[in-house]
């Protein structure tokens, strides 16, 4: 295999949060130009990842490196500049309720940019046009579908044409036909704006089709990596657990409690 | 000594709170400068935050001073002195029921406003949404909301008062039949510029910034729930209430 360009590259992570260990090592390689997925049961901190890697939240211990920057010895205005080359999609879209999904849209250019207002406009339609709902240019954030709020955010996330876009859970709460078009969208972007695209997500059907890797996260450890198809085929019981979507496994079904007989029989002993 | 730990838990909690409003005041005053760099946004602030609560100040302030006009006259008239009435309204409201009773129906409606605005914005991922947009939430919805709610006080405080002083008019000339006259010319000779009207709209000024500071600081450290949005609301009110009460005694020990 061809030695590919390493864009982000994680070494070691620790993260806790109060008493919870939330990674406990992590090294894990994203490569440019290709969409990583990274996957994991809930409450296993793949959110988290992201924030640590955007550099919203500072890790206990390792190194992020992003383009060859690490994330948290950056100051604000270095951290910002960074920032200006990412793209972020959030769970809920994030949309500013009191403008307009244009004025969403154009957000980050005015902020960033002196363009003219004509340009601007230009650069807006067009991104809506790509993400299909160029027709919502008007309306408020409340008026939109949960799947077009994310869309929209979408657009906003690559006005900017960032190298990268990171994508917190974007399949969540989304009926089929938007689901199918998040997915067409993640991999169009990919190819015509040769982005990197970094995906949190659990859905394995989804994901699989558009991702070139996968790394599977728990326990605050990597437990699984490669293409989606190798996955699929892996023996490992955690892997197989979780890309079947078996019940119990190594991730047990019962979350951790007192003994049965701790907790029904002794009773009257407590009180 | 249950009562002990929880008198240092909540003491300790307060110094905490109060030091981490004093650094969050701190890092809004290093911002100001720039955000005057762009006045729209902190005029727009000006307009929403003053036309939000102009009603509610102008209708209260219309009542205070009917009240006053009424309360003043029927005790004045009993030792003959109906004829200082117009002069002691004014000195009342000018010096302390202006800016107090402004600050306190704002707390009420302009802070509250702000506070759960910040604070839904922030539980909506609104303002990580504008982090990861390289663009700092504190210089664009913070800075301008207070320095919106800064500026607005004084103005309010004046329509305020110029409502209230024609409500006593009304009352005490027009009802009552005091004489015109009789109300407006000791006026010039009792009330200082100086010493009554600016020190009032130094209160004023102390009081727009508490109050917009307790504001934006309560729904910028909101917990981003339904429950912490709603904390914060009403922290707002009871904090800054407390806030300008305890600094008009300040300020009028230091003006007297």
């Known amino acids: 295999m061809r030695q590919e360009e390493t864009l982000i590259e994680i070494r070691g992570l620790k993260y806790r949060r109060g008493d919870k260990v939330i990674f406990d090592g992590v090294d894990l390689d994203i490569p440019a130009g290709k969409v990583t997925a990274l996957m994991g049961p809930s409450g296993t901190g793949k959110t988290t990842l992201l924030r640590l890697i955007t550099g919203q939240l500072a890790p206990d211990e390792g190194t992020i490196r992003v383009a060859g920057q690490e994330v948290a010895r950056l100051d604000r205005s270095e951290l910002y500049a960074l920032r200006r080359r990412m793209g972020f999609l959030f769970q809920n879209g994030a949309l500013l309720t009191d403008f307009t999904v244009f004025e969403n849209v154009a957000f980050p250019l005015r902020e960033h940019t002196d363009l003219p207002e004509a340009l601007i406009r230009d650069i807006v339609l067009m991104k809506l046009q790509a993400v299909g709902l160029r027709g919502t240019v008007d309306m408020m954030p409340s008026e939109l579908s949960g799947g077009m709020a994310r869309r929209v955010a979408l657009a906003r996330a690559i006005v900017m044409d960032p190298e990268m876009i990171f994508y917190d859970e974007p399949f969540v709460g989304l009926d089929p036909i938007s689901m199918g078009q998040i997915v067409r969208l993640i991999k169009q972007l990919n190819e015509t704006l040769g982005l990197t695209s970094i995906v949190v997500s659990h859905d394995v059907q989804e994901i699989s089709t558009v991702a070139d890797q996968l790394y599977l996260l728990s326990n605050g450890k990597i437990v699984g990596s490669g293409a989606p198809k190798a996955l699929r085929e892996d023996n490992s019981p955690w892997v197989r657990q979780f890309m079947q979507g078996l019940a119990d496994g190594p991730v047990p079904f019962h979350y951790p409690a007192p003994s049965l007989e701790e907790a029904f029989l002794d009773r009257e002993d407590k009180e | ?256």
Not at chain 2, 54 to 78: E, R, S
Not at chain 2, 85 to 110: D, I, K, N, Q, S
Not at chain 2, 115 to 141: C, F, N, W
Not at chain 2, 162 to 173: F, Q
């Open chain 2, 1 to 256: 000594m249950r009562l002990v730990r929880e008198l240092r838990d909540n003491s300790v909690e307060f110094l905490t709170s109060f030091g981490s409003a004093v650094i969050f005041f701190l890092r809004l005053l290093a911002y100001t400068p720039r955000a005057l760099l762009r006045p729209r946004l902190v005029l727009r602030q000006v307009y929403v935050v003053g036309a939000e609560s102009l009603v509610l100040i102008m209708m209260a302030g219309l009542f205070v001073g009917m009240v006053l006009g009424l309360q003043f006259y029927t005790t004045m008239a009993k030792f003959g002195a109906e004829q200082s009435l117009g002069a002691v309204v004014v000195l009342a409201l000018v010096r302390e029921l202006g800016p107090v009773v402004t600050a306190l129906l704002f707390a009420g409606r302009a802070g509250t406003a702000l506070a759960s605005e910040i604070g839904l914005m922030k539980a909506t991922e609104q303002l990580s949404g504008m982090e990861m947009m390289a663009v700092d939430p504190v210089r664009y919805v913070i800075v301008p909301r207070f320095l919106g709610a800064f500026i607005a006080m004084p103005l309010l405080t004046a329509i305020f008062n110029a409502i209230a002083i024609l409500g006593s008019w009304w009352v005490a000339v027009q009802l009552m039949g005091l004489d015109n006259g009789q109300f407006w010319s000791p006026m010039p000779d009792n009330v200082d510029v100086f010493d009554d009207v600016l020190g009032g709209v130094l209160k004023s000024v102390f009081f727009g910034a508490a109050a917009g500071l307790l504001a934006v600081f309560e729904g910028f450290r909101a917990y981003p729930t339904a429950e912490g949005v709603s904390r914060a609301t009403t922290r707002t009110v009871v904090m800054t209430a407390m806030a300008v009460l305890v600094l008009d005694y300040m300020l009028t020990a230091i003006l007297i």
